[in-house]
């Protein structure tokens, strides 16, 4: 499991991915409805995305971590540990490292200021929370956890009820603890250098994150990429999308402000480094690992 760190800086900040786990097993024909093979020949170098009998894809989930002005941020925090998810097997009671890992860079949860959730799905909250003493506490005490308006509108909504377990244990206790902050459904600045800009489709909610610093800009894209496939076909949405036409203008938006603020692009489940930069390339996009 490739779970090496490698920090990036971008201006005064350092950003460095921290993995919960990874998802394996996920066929490009479940996760895209529109998958086409002939982009593999198109671009061989995304064969390399695919496992060694070349039938599935995996997906990284991990946690941004950037620190700066003498803060941690967090981007996102994965699935999580101990949760009961009966509706899928890739989430549910899960054990991982990531805490430790998180130690491994010299983090301990107290130390967090800031948690910054581009959504409120079940492999974005998870670590919001952790299992002491059978209650579900904020795992970052000290943290304001930032969520986005239209998520809670949709778990208060009927439509949220299959998923009303991940509130319940991820997004409720820290909203109990006063530690919740909640975006508006325009975004907007949050701290100094940080843009919260509205990317529905994926989910109502959805939101994705740049950072600016002494004018280099980091690009926290969410799920509204699920892998660099989509990069040179922006109008295939992933099978967890809800609004298919705004998913797609939310892509080709992204993609655009990617190219023009040369950000470094830093999506949510790209395996690898995770990072890269987006470019024009024969009037769409093309995708770098960095
Ligand atoms: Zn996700």
Redesign the pocket.
């Known amino acids: 499991m490739d779970t090496k760190t490698k920090t990036y800086r971008v201006g005064d900040a350092r950003i460095t991915r921290v993995t919960d786990t990874l998802l394996h097993g996920l066929t490009p024909t479940y996760l895209y409805g529109d998958w086409d093979a002939g982009l593999l020949n198109e671009q061989p170098r995304l064969r390399g995305l695919l496992d060694d009998n070349g039938e599935h894809v995996t997906l990284s ?1 991990h946690t941004w971590v950037i620190e700066w002005g003498g803060q941690v941020i967090l981007i996102d925090t994965g699935i999580g540990n101990h949760k009961a998810r009966p509706f899928s097997a890739l989430f549910h009671q899960l054990q991982t490292p990531f805490l430790e890992r998180l130690a491994a860079i010299g983090i301990q949860p107290a130390d967090v200021a800031h948690v910054l959730l581009t959504h409120l ?1 079940v ?2 909250v998870g670590w919001n929370t952790r299992l002491v003493d059978g209650q579900w506490l904020p795992t970052f005490p000290n943290a304001r956890y930032v969520m986005p308006q239209g998520d809670l509108d949709f778990f208060a909504s009927p439509a949220g009820e299959g998923r009303r377990m991940v509130y319940d244990d991820s997004v409720a206790p820290v909203i109990a603890a006063g530690q919740s902050v909640v975006m508006g459904g325009d975004g907007g600045a949050y701290l100094e250098g940080f843009h919260f800009h509205p990317t529905p489709g994926h989910c109502a909610g959805h939101m994705s994150i740049s950072l600016t610093s002494r004018g280099e800009t980091a690009l926290f894209t ?2 509204v990429v ?1 892998t660099p496939m989509q990069i040179y076909r922006p109008q295939w949405n992933s099978v ?1 999308c809800a609004d298919q036409d705004q998913a797609r203008t939310s892509r080709r938006w992204l993609l655009d402000f990617a190219v023009e603020q040369d950000a470094l692009v830093l999506p ?2 790209f395996t690898d480094t995770s990072a890269g930069r987006v470019t024009h390339q024969d009037g769409g996009f093309a995708w770098q690992f960095v």
């Open positions: 989930v799905h492999d974005h969410g799920d699920h967890f949510a489940h």
